[in-house]
């Protein structure tokens, strides 16, 4: 593509040149011919050693130095989304109808447009709204139901009675609705107790690779809309996942907890049972809060057990001194002998 056709999509100006633009890549990677992007000034430094033809800047940007040609944006995020639909369009799914090797029940409800992929199961009752895609390999529960424009990608398994809402993406190997984690000690035996519950996920959620959420032992787990799971996370029975909520990989959360709004958890946090939540509190990586721990909206975390993310710091910082601490006072007990 042209660099001219490249600078009209994104409304912006260019001094230099026109010339053919192949590719788009980091500003550490790029070659001639490829175009790049720069959207902190931390990473300026990269501007001089770049070998990209062409850097797409934001407006407060625009006079920065560099040997590339330079166009600059209002927003640099709707311009970086525009470039990644230019130069490399998302891979094109299943398309609507169903593969001759799926194995679908008589009595399951399809919506129009919907794909069904090589091998994939949907069991009866099961009820999947207009313009889902359900990948190879997926398996889909008696009496499960998934809204409409949904993508659950190759081998997500949908337990029976679950129910997805609207614009849901599931990645590759996420299970929906399996059985809670629950068992009872009975003369010399641990056995299990039946969760007879479901999850309910809201629209607009997204749930990375290899994640599962697991039904309630009675009543609903709920991911709340517009919530991102990332890959490796475990849900446990009864949790409540309020609204937009962030959370990251490998994060694990107890049952019976409730997370409000706006929540962010960071890599590998730990939840026990039974915690509450409030909207916006902030964890930092590797956080862990002990059951039945509370935390006040807006908080930030760190630490195991989890508390106020200035309060760790400081308790780090001087963990951190006592080996000249140490030192010192050792120093201080031989000068008196």
Same mark, same amino acid.
């Given at each position: 593509?042209?660099?001219?056709?490249?600078?009209?999509?994104?409304?912006?100006?260019?001094?230099?040149?026109?010339?053919?633009?192949?590719?788009?890549?980091?500003?550490?990677?790029?070659?001639?011919?490829?175009?790049?992007?720069?959207?902190?000034?931390?990473?300026?430094?990269?501007?001089?050693?770049?070998?990209?033809?062409?850097?797409?800047?934001?407006?407060?940007?625009?006079?920065?130095?560099?040997?590339?040609?330079?166009?600059?944006?209002?927003?640099?995020?709707?311009?970086?989304?525009?470039?990644?639909?230019?130069?490399?369009?998302?891979?094109?799914?299943?398309?609507?109808?169903?593969?001759?090797?799926?194995?679908?029940?008589?009595?399951?409800?399809?919506?129009?447009?919907?794909?069904?992929?090589?091998?994939?199961?949907?069991?009866?009752?099961?009820?999947?709204?207009?313009?889902?895609?359900?990948?190879?390999?997926?398996?889909?529960?008696?009496?499960?139901?998934?809204?409409?424009?949904?993508?659950?990608?190759?081998?997500?398994?949908?337990?029976?009675?679950?129910?997805?809402?609207?614009?849901?993406?599931?990645?590759?190997?996420?299970?929906?609705?399996?059985?809670?984690?629950?068992?009872?000690?009975?003369?010399?035996?641990?056995?299990?107790?039946?969760?007879?519950?479901?999850?309910?996920? !809201?629209?607009?959620?997204?749930?990375?690779?290899?994640?599962?959420?697991?039904?309630?032992?009675?009543?609903?787990?709920?991911?709340?809309?517009?919530?991102?799971?990332?890959?490796?996370?475990?849900?446990?029975?009864?949790?409540?996942?309020?609204?937009?909520?962030?959370?990251?990989?490998?994060?694990?959360?107890?049952?019976?907890?409730?997370?409000?709004?706006?929540?962010?958890?960071?890599?590998?946090?730990?939840?026990?049972?039974?915690?509450?939540?409030?909207?916006?509190?902030?964890?930092?990586?590797?956080?862990?809060?002990?059951?039945?721990?509370?935390?006040?909206?807006?908080?930030?975390?760190?630490?195991?057990?989890?508390?106020?993310?200035?309060?760790?710091?400081?308790?780090?910082?001087?963990?951190?001194?006592?080996?000249?601490?140490?030192? !010192?006072?050792?120093?201080?007990?031989?000068?008196?002998?």
């Amino acid at each position: 593509m042209l660099l001219s056709q490249i600078a009209e999509k994104l409304g912006s100006a260019y001094n230099g040149a026109d010339q053919e633009i192949n590719s788009i890549n980091s500003l550490e990677n790029a070659i001639a011919g490829e175009i790049s992007f720069l959207s902190d000034k931390s990473y300026a430094n990269q501007l001089g050693t770049t070998s990209a033809s062409v850097v797409v800047v934001p407006d407060s940007m625009a006079n920065i130095a560099c040997k590339a040609i330079i166009l600059s944006v209002i927003d640099i995020d709707q311009a970086l989304d525009i470039l990644l639909d230019l130069f490399a369009p998302e891979i094109e799914t299943e398309r609507p109808g169903r593969h001759h090797t799926a194995i679908i029940a008589p009595d399951v409800r399809l919506g129009e447009g919907v794909a069904i992929g090589a091998h994939a199961v949907i069991e009866k009752g099961a009820e999947i709204g207009a313009g889902t895609v359900i990948s190879a390999g997926c398996i889909i529960g008696q009496n499960v139901r998934i809204g409409r424009n949904c993508l659950l990608l190759p081998n997500v398994v949908v337990f029976h009675s679950c129910v997805i809402g609207d614009n849901v993406e599931i990645h590759s190997n996420s299970t929906i609705g399996s059985a809670g984690f629950g068992y009872k000690f009975d003369k010399g035996n641990y056995k299990r107790i039946r969760h007879i519950g479901n999850v309910i996920i !809201e629209n607009d959620v997204e749930i990375g690779a290899n994640t599962c959420i697991d039904r309630a032992k009675f009543g609903s787990t709920v991911i709340g809309s517009g919530s991102k799971i990332d890959n490796l996370v475990q849900i446990a029975h009864n949790v409540k996942v309020g609204k937009n909520c962030i959370i990251a990989g490998q994060v694990g959360i107890a049952g019976s907890t409730k997370i409000g709004n706006f929540v962010i958890m960071g890599g590998q946090v730990g939840i026990a049972d039974h915690c509450v939540i409030g909207d916006q509190a902030q964890f930092g990586a590797r956080t862990a809060m002990v059951k039945g721990q509370h935390v006040k909206a807006g908080v930030k975390l760190m630490g195991i057990p989890a508390q106020n993310k200035n309060d760790e710091l400081k308790q780090i910082a001087l963990v951190r001194k006592l080996p000249e601490l140490f030192r !010192e006072l050792k120093k201080a007990n031989d000068s008196k002998k």
